[in-house]
């Protein structure tokens, strides 16, 4: 842990490509680039930001061809961090740092400046993914960014609130099978809901992009907060989970000086609500699914429907606390909190019409040799609900998800991740899960190396989920040690090659493989 804090320096841009030294060999039909993105300035002149999810978001890219590698790295030249950039201090509020005033606006508009959503960051840093054939990168807000995946530079800024009225989104959107892309998102300006997007194929997307099924809050002046949501072929999946964003504090936040995270309350007293809507109407299913026990996710994996069931798999923490590790002032003061590891947990939610007549306490999973619970209980007024216990899948410590994305919403075999910051079972590991069992398949860095978020990449000619391989950044610490481009054979999850890069890789969030036709 002694040389952690270096995961957390200024990031170096490289804006023109450079060759990376090849060990190994990489496969011929490997061809395109990972593209990522994640916080990469903390330090703003004699000022550091508070958390590292509030660093301005640096893009980097590794260009794959014929076997050669090249790498290039360029900030978003997003608003948040031109004025940051101006004024030494964020202008705009970001996760764990509340806003300066901006030295661009004159006394009177800083008076006068309530909550505004349009004022929220634009600091995209948490994924980068395709919608089309165009690239965009996206925090939590309502902006999401154009970016050109050929040179890295910065496009249009999309604004979903005036395209669909929606303050918040997820960073991680979803593609079924016949390329729509939904998205979930929240409104708090003309009532405390959650929304379903869906983003259509089509020339023009964003424009086209609709509200296709909305879930009232389930508290009054509170909303949950949510990082990704389930999709399977008939069915999206939306978790409101006991983290709960005080809206009386946010709309308060600019004048009292509070940052998103400050806004944000733990409720463990409150069950998970697992809310269910059809795909194809945007209908909310109406049978309650809950989870007594509380727990904390960013992450799901995947969900898919068999013989009358909902499959969900997430990655699980008991509690929020995973927020609360990443302030920097602890981070580089070497108090990083190891305690509370992230767990990969199965629900199985049987599809119910109602629950009428039907007697409390009995096993409603019927799947051969599943281990997740259902039963009915009843709440305080007697009215029934499912309640969900899940099973655990493999050891903890298992974060930054990735599958095949071929069998994203349908039935699977492995999910690959990392160990992230993690200090536990699959510290400085790579990771293979077969789902149904639990075993697992690593590739072992040293104790200074970190992987970030795998990308799978399917072979041309793949006959089974797990031919192709996987990529993975790695960032190594130690002096004079170069930061690399890893390759895995996914079946084996044996290294193939990899691509030292001479100068600093940035330590990014998340990403996605862009073939060669971008």
């Known amino acids: 842990m002694d040389l952690f804090h270096e995961n957390f320096r200024n990031a170096e841009e490289l804006a023109e490509p450079v060759g990376a030294r090849v060990a190994g060999t990489i496969p011929s039909w490997v061809c395109g680039s990972l593209l990522r993105v994640g916080p990469g300035k903390f330090d703003l002149g004699d000022f550091t930001l508070n958390h590292w999810l509030d660093g301005m978001a640096i893009l980097y890219k590794f260009s794959i061809e014929s076997g050669k590698v090249t790498f290039r790295s360029k900030y978003l030249k997003s608003d948040a961090y031109k004025k940051a950039c101006v004024a030494n201090r964020p202008v705009f509020t970001e996760f764990g740092t509340h806003s300066f005033p901006d030295p661009c606006k004159n006394i009177f508009s800083r008076m006068f400046s309530n909550f505004d959503c349009h004022a929220m960051t634009d600091n995209a840093s948490n994924n980068a993914f395709c919608v089309e054939d165009q690239v965009f990168v996206a925090s939590e807000t309502c902006f999401v960014r154009r970016v050109d995946p ?53 020339a023009d997307p964003w424009n086209s992009a609709r509200i296709v099924g909305t879930i009232p809050s389930s508290f009054r002046a509170s909303f949950s907060y949510y990082h990704s949501f389930g999709m399977s072929e008939e069915y999206l999946l939306f978790l409101e989970q006991p983290l709960l964003v005080n809206t009386l504090k946010l709309a308060t936040s600019q004048i009292k000086s509070r940052a998103m995270h400050d806004c944000m309350e733990w409720h463990p007293q409150e069950k998970v609500k697992f809310h269910l809507l059809r795909k194809s109407t945007g209908e909310a299913v109406k049978v309650r699914y809950l989870c007594d026990e509380p727990f904390f996710t960013f992450h799901h994996v995947n969900a898919y429907e068999d013989k009358g069931h909902l499959v969900v798999d997430i990655i699980t923490y008991p509690s929020p606390e995973i927020l609360d590790k990443f302030y920097l002032n602890k981070i580089r003061a070497q108090e ?34 599943a281990k997740a619970s259902a039963k009915i209980r009843k709440d305080g007024s007697g009215s029934p609900y499912v309640s969900l216990a899940p099973v655990d899948v493999g050891r903890p410590g298992f974060e930054m998800p990735v599958i095949n994305p071929r069998h994203t919403g349908a ?63 790695v960032v190594d610490v130690r002096p004079d040690f170069p930061d690399f481009l890893l390759v895995l054979d996914a079946r084996t999850m044996e290294e193939l090659a990899r691509a030292e890069v001479d100068g600093p890789v940035p330590n990014g969030l998340h990403g996605t493989f862009l073939p060669d036709r971008l």
């Open 150 to 202: 050929a040179t890295l530079d910065t496009r249009e800024k999309v604004d979903l609130n005036k395209l669909v009225s929606v303050n918040f989104a997820s960073s991680h959107p979803l593609r079924d099978r016949h390329g729509a892309t939904y998205n979930l998102g929240g409104s708090f300006t003309s009532g405390l809901k959650y929304h379903i997007l869906r983003i259509p194929q089509c």
């Open 336 to 369: 990083f909190d190891v305690k509370d590891a992230p767990q990969l947990q199965r629900f199985i939610l049987p599809l119910l019409a109602d629950l009428q007549g039907m007697p409390e306490g009995e096993e409603l999973v019927s799947l051969p040799g």
């Open 411 to 473: 039935p699977y075999r492995y999910v690959f991740g990392t160990g992230g910051y993690d200090m536990g079972s699959f510290k400085n590991q790579v990771c293979k899960v077969e789902v149904d069992s639990g075993r697992s398949q690593v590739w072992r860095g040293v104790e200074h190396q970190y992987p970030a978020e795998p990308a799978f990449v399917a072979a041309p000619d793949a006959s089974a989920e797990d031919d192709g391989v996987v990529l993975v950044s």
